[in-house]
């Protein structure tokens, strides 16, 4: 089988990172990928929104260097949660990302001014280990 998945799109909130009882840094975020379909003579955007899990050293460096709005791309795997509640099944589809690369949005001067600290390279891939 194969599972593989790459998004690009932009940050719809500031990453969350959270620590496992092991010490584990786990990272979420959340995108938007918009795409155009066409309908009849007519082009419409659509947006998917979608949630994303890092882990390692990845989560902590997205957690450091990337904000709402920022651009990337997510490249990893598609990931189904199952779960009961009030007695219904529910479920939801993540991406656990392997990778995630920080893309320019219009601005190219490598200083990140509103937050105050350098940018990554343009185009810099965050390895998770």
């Known amino acids: 089988m194969f599972n593989r998945i790459i998004l690009i799109g932009n940050l719809t909130k500031d990453p969350e990172l959270r620590y496992t009882p092991q010490g584990t840094p786990v990272g979420n975020i959340r995108i938007a990928v918009n795409s155009r379909v066409r309908q009849g003579d007519e082009y419409k955007d659509e947006v998917l929104f979608i949630n994303a899990v ?16 920022k651009r990337v791309l997510v490249e990893g795997r598609l990931k189904e949660n199952v779960w009961e509640h009030e007695g219904q099944q529910k479920r939801k589809f993540e991406v656990v990302a392997n990778t995630v690369t920080f893309l320019p949005k219009g601005n190219s001067s490598g200083e990140n001014a509103s937050e105050g600290f350098p940018a990554p390279d343009e185009g810099a891939e965050l390895e998770p280990f």
């Open 54 to 69: 890092t882990f390692g050293r990845l989560a902590e460096n997205i957690n450091q260097y990337l904000v709402k709005g």
